[in-house]
Nanobody, 123 residues
Framework: VQLVESGGGLVQAGGSLRLSCTAS????????MGWFRQAPGKEREGVSC????????SYADLVKGRFTVSRDNPKVTLYLQMDSLSPEDTAVYYC?????????????????WGQGTQVTVSS
């Protein structure tokens, strides 16, 4: 399984970024997917997850209303649209896949991880 993130970068506070994650080596259309982030000196935390068929989503309270997760199953790609970014959103963002058949924001529930993409929000 390979997950490759892209789309990170430097943005000013209030700006937007769209992250992408392209998957291979798994049945993407039947896989529950998630986004996590890890800021310097902090634990990796769940940001969002999405179910494979209905595309039902869930979000961490800190990003609810600002971030939107989506997926394109034929393109085997997961997305994270991030709006109204603040410096507190600065972190390495990771795409993750789980063999479980439920959505979760708990990192121990995920089995496959991308290499991460850096998002830096300046004030």
């Amino acid at each position: 399984v390979q997950l490759v993130e892209s789309g990170g970068g430097l943005v000013q506070a209030g700006g937007s970024l769209r992250l992408s994650c392209t998957a291979s080596g798994l049945n993407f259309g039947a896989t529950y997917m998630g986004w996590f982030r890890q800021a310097p000196g902090k634990e990796r935390e769940g940001v969002s997850c999405i179910t494979p068929f209905s595309g039902t989503t869930s979000y961490a309270d800190l990003v609810k209303g600002r971030f939107t997760v989506s997926r394109d199953n034929p393109k085997v790609t997961l997305y994270l649209q991030m709006d109204s970014l603040s410096p507190e959103d600065t972190a390495v963002y990771y795409c993750a896949a789980t063999r479980n058949k439920y959505c979760s924001l708990t990192k121990s529930n995920f089995h496959y991880w991308g290499q991460g993409t850096q998002v830096t929000v300046s004030s």
